[in-house]
Nanobody, 111 residues
Framework: VQLVESGGGLVQPGGSLRLSCTVS????????LNWYRQAPGKEREWVAT????????NYATSVKGRFTISRDNAQNTVYLQMNSLKPEDTAVYYC?????WGQGTQVIVSS
């Protein structure tokens, strides 16, 4: 099982990024997938959960209304669309399924 995040980068406050989490080794299907983030010097923080086919998405209060999680099961990929980014969104973003995690992708929000 392998999860690979991509799509991070440097963006100005108010900008947008779309992160991708591509899963290999098994079929994404209805599996629950989580996005977490970890800022420098801080604990890892839950961001959002995709509950699978037809399932609901849940978001941390800090990102609700700005981030949207979606999935493309044909591509075995889950996306995290991040809009209206703030400097406090700066972190390494990780996707995870059960005990499997990707290597993370860096997001820096700065002017």
């Amino acid at each position: 099982v392998q999860l690979v995040e991509s799509g991070g980068g440097l963006v100005q406050p108010g900008g947008s990024l779309r992160l991708s989490c591509t899963v290999s080794g098994f079929t994404l299907g209805s599996v629950v997938l989580n996005w977490y983030r970890q800022a420098p010097g801080k604990e890892r923080e839950w961001v959002a959960t995709s509950a699978g086919i037809g399932g609901s998405a849940n978001y941390a209060t800090s990102v609700k209304g700005r981030f949207t999680i979606s999935r493309d099961n044909a591509q075995n990929t889950v996306y995290l669309q991040m809009n209206s980014l703030k400097p406090e969104d700066t972190a390494v973003y990780y996707c995870g399924i059960s005990n499997y995690w990707g290597q993370g992708t860096q997001v820096i929000v700065s002017s």
